[in-house]
């Protein structure tokens, strides 16, 4: 059944920006994994083609009203589909947020309409959706050191920091907080018998190796690989050269 829609919740087009084109709406909001719960949103998901996607959307949209999850209502004119190359966003009141599926240039993008929305790839393999941001932006060692978990990974920045640094008299231990029960792994290394005049140039070099390993999202602050804290050559406490903490709390940034 169509009907009029006053402002829907999740809007699917051809395309992003001012050439979007719209398919249609639904007043509720549309969650990927719902969608490939159903053999012809799989199919949809999976569309490389333009003139496919029409043809199954329609037909999505028609068993989605169907089966009873929401009412499918065309869209006439231009849709409000933000830009390709969205940049951080200001925050948006629930009341006027929008979840948008674009397929654009042989791809499905999603734009979640949460406290800093933005842009997600759409990728469906097994019957499975994942999502990966767009603006994340990744170190130049991403490559080499994705596959290291937290505590690998404080291991392999201190590695590179006694190799590039060469100074004899400093040495590191590292607190590091594996993020499994707060979401926000932390890695803050500590440096041992530094030179108060040269801590600020150590502190530098950690912070490039520790960046050049890790992610950021300029639509999100709080969308990190990892956090970093700043080096410190005191408080250390019982820790020696060479230790590694590791706690499931969050640790306190000194």
């Known amino acids: 059944m169509h009907t009029d829609i006053t402002r829907p919740n999740t809007l699917f087009a051809l395309g992003r920006g001012a050439d979007a084109q719209p398919l249609g709406a639904f007043g509720g909001f549309v969650v990927p994994d719902d969608m490939a719960r159903f053999p012809i949103g799989r199919q949809l998901l999976a569309s490389t083609a333009a003139a496919d996607v029409r043809d199954l959307f329609t037909r999505f949209a028609l068993a989605w009203d169907v089966a009873g999850f929401d009412t499918f209502a065309p869209t006439f004119g231009k849709a409000a589909v933000p830009e390709a190359t969205a ?28 406290d800093y929305p933005q842009w997600y790839w759409l990728t469906l393999a097994g ?16 490559a080499r050191t994705h596959g290291l978990d937290m505590p690998c990974l404080a291991a392999w920045i201190m590695g590179a920091a006694t190799t590039r640094l060469n100074r004899p008299d400093a040495a590191f231990s590292a607190d590091v907080d594996t993020g499994e029960t707060t ?13 108060p005049d040269e801590l600020d140039a150590i502190s530098a070099e950690l912070e490039s ?38 706690v499931t709390d969050q640790l306190y940034n000194e």
């Open 87 to 114: 940049g951080r966003a200001d925050w948006i009141p629930h009341e006027d947020r929008c979840n948008v599926y674009a397929f654009d240039d042989g791809q499905w993008f999603h734009w979640i309409a949460t």
């Open 127 to 142: 019957g499975v959706v994942t999502e990966q941001p767009v603006n994340r932006v990744y170190g130049t060692d991403y």
């Open 183 to 195: 979401a926000e792994p932390i890695i803050h290394l500590k440096v041992h018998h530094g030179q």
């Open 209 to 246: 190796i520790a960046q050049s390993c890790n992610w950021s999202n300029p639509c999100d602050p709080e969308d990190r690989r990892f956090d970093w804290c700043t080096p410190c050559t005191h408080k250390t406490g019982a820790m020696h050269p060479g230790d590694m903490f590791i």
